[in-house]
């Protein structure tokens, strides 16, 4: 949960614990930690009296974690960031998008496309949850590598951004346990207040990262389906 009390323009703060003053009928699970003891009260968001809660608790952005509460070790949805730098035209960066797709379409899984709302796309494909975070993670870094060895000049994983020498970073770290990814929709805490939304491969071409947002997401919805609806029917797993 990102939380803005005291709106856009201030500092805010991401909260995982759940507050104990939070209502009894919202739906909280305590998710053990990797390191060390002890446990993490998380918010499982799963209704719309839920959501309209944490919005009034100025929960501006939501990030989701990439595995179930049923399943925590292991993820059901592989995500790479692809992060620009400033000054990368729009078509290198949905050239960026395609070829990573691409790339996951060659390994056997599905891929599907998201806008952040903010600089870049979110490139997922979604898995049967039968691997771990750490067999998943390292399969993303190999297909990003397979990315920057085909066009070095295009793309890198190098986490420095001052030796990313304005190319695209193909950010993977988010396939580990505990991390998240921007969920599907919500809103970004950022003037315009973009959304991260799901588009249609046939999209690309006429969408950027910030298309979408409170301004035009519900005529959007009213009149496309949720690309993503479907998105579990699609999982394999990363052995194929």
Known sequence: MHRFPDGIGAHGFFQQQASEHFPDWLHVVEVPQRSGTGTVRHVVC????????????????????????????NPDRLVI???PPDGVRIGELRDAVRRTCSQIDHVGLVPFIQTTGGRGFHVAAPLDATTTFDEVRTFAHDLADRLVRSRPDRFTTEQRKNKRGGRIFLDTNRNAYGQTAVAPY????????????????????????????????????????????????????IAR
Do not use: M
């Open 81 to 83: 960031d692809l992060d």
């Open 46 to 73: 799963d209704n719309a009296e839920s959501l309209v809660y944490l919005a009034n608790q100025a929960v501006l952005e939501f990030h989701a974690c990439l595995s179930t509460v049923d399943d925590l070790d």
């Open 186 to 237: 919500s809103l970004r805490a950022r003037p315009g207040a973009h959304a991260a939304t799901p588009i249609d491969p046939g999209e690309l071409s006429r969408v950027t990262p910030q298309k979408y947002g409170l301004g035009n997401l519900r005529h959007r919805l009213a009149n496309k389906a949720d690309p993503w609806a479907d998105i579990a029917a699609s999982a394999h797993p």
